[in-house]
């Protein structure tokens, strides 16, 4: 790179006097479309949560949180797309401009850092309502969220001393007093994909431990699905990551990056939001959206049959029809949908207990019936 002055052209290539970012209409659209998505659910989040459930918790603080250094991430990459530089070619930028380029690509990736742990800090708290009450599940918990936070600090920290001094990492004058930041970059998505995983895979293991009918667990692995959204595109920016790390044109190849960077900052809302979203269309359109022992997928168990559609009140009702409580009908409740995880924690009957400690399967004391709501609260 010539700090000295605009960096000269390769052979066949000339300097554009007005150039235009690389995949800026695509970065536009999905910054419009992604902020409006992902804030609209995430107000019917917080609203159903706070007005409708009345379970306003950590959980709701951290992806407020999140919420916040996400829409912060892409306004700094709506700003470099327009004023510092990226997805540019570095010979079409002067000196000035590549000074701001390297300001403003920094400050993304430390706010970008804070957007994602707090993401996963509220997937985190969300998991513990459920699991406080199994030791090792408690324990597994506190030492994935330490670890994000270790590892968010530590990156932030290389990040921004990766110069020293300061100043040097954007002055362009002492190069030489700067490590490289391309590998930061790439650790940070590294740590971000494994982390992502280890999310996804928490609430698999211990749904598979449950002793759930089969379809009933593949529904809420479905469910769960819609956290593999953020594990994809982690691993897909990864990849585009990896070039980077010896391209000498990075300003232009930034804007593929930052693409995947815009729809990962609005998944990780998306995918934390959307699941309060049937609670909240039940509270207002019960009739298009029944609750889960109102739903047509709904079956019976436990003992006895539901009562016959063509029994008439008075039938059910007339002495020759009575019986005594000895000979009463056996209870019947119905079976949860395949895609309520709270209904199936509230039915765990008390004989399942030993269930809840995963694949560890040691018992819970704490657990004298059924795990009910307000054991998770």
């Known amino acids: ?170 002055s362009l004058t002492r190069p030489s007093a700067c490590r490289r930041r391309s590998s930061l970059y790439l650790a940070t998505a590294i740590a971000n994909t494994a982390s992502d995983s280890i999310l996804l895979l928490i609430p698999m293991i211990f749904i598979w431990a449950l002793n759930l009918p089969f379809m009933q667990k593949i529904g809420l692995f479905c469910l769960l699905g819609l956290g593999c959204l953020t594990v994809v595109t982690s691993i897909v920016r990864l990849v585009t990551l990896i070039p980077l790390l010896d391209s000498n044109n990075q300003p232009h190849n930034i804007g593929l990056v930052c693409l995947f960077i815009v729809l990962e900052a609005n998944f990780i809302i998306l995918c934390g939001s959307l699941p309060f979203t049937r609670a909240f269309l039940h509270h207002y359109a019960p009739k298009w959206f029944p609750s889960r022992n109102e739903s047509r997928g709904d079956r019976y168990y436990l003992t006895g049959t539901p009562p016959s559609s063509t029994t008439s009140p008075s039938n059910m009702t007339s002495p020759s029809n009575m019986t005594s409580p000895a000979a009463s009908a056996p209870e019947y409740r119905r079976r949860p949908s395949y895609f309520d995880i709270e209904a199936i924690l509230n039915d765990i009957p008390p004989a399942e207990c030993s269930e809840l400690a995963g694949p560890l399967r040691k018992p819970l004391p704490a657990c004298k019936g059924p795990l009910r709501s307000d054991m998770i609260d």
């Open 1 to 170: 790179m010539n700090v000295t002055g605009p960096v000269l052209p390769p052979p066949g290539e000339t300097v554009n006097p007005d150039p235009r970012p690389w995949l800026f209409t695509a970065n536009c659209i999905a910054i419009a479309v992604g902020l409006a998505l992902c804030t609209a659910f995430l107000a019917i989040r917080i609203y159903t949560k706070a007005r409708i459930l009345r379970t306003f918790w950590w959980d709701d603080v951290f992806i407020l949180l999140a919420w916040i250094f996400s829409v912060s991430t892409q306004a700094v990459i709506l700003y470099g797309s327009l004023d510092a530089g990226f997805a540019i070619d570095i010979w079409d930028l002067s000196v000035s401009e590549l000074v701001t380029y390297r300001k403003t690509i920094l400050a993304m990736a430390v706010i970008h850092i804070e957007a994602l742990a707090f993401a996963k800090f509220a997937v985190l708290m969300l998991y513990y309502r459920v699991l406080k009450l199994i030791t090792p599940w408690r324990y597994t918990l506190w030492a994935v969220g330490s670890s994000i936070g270790l590892y968010s600090i530590i990156l932030i920290f290389m990040l921004i001393f990766a110069c020293v001094p300061i100043e040097d990492g954007w």
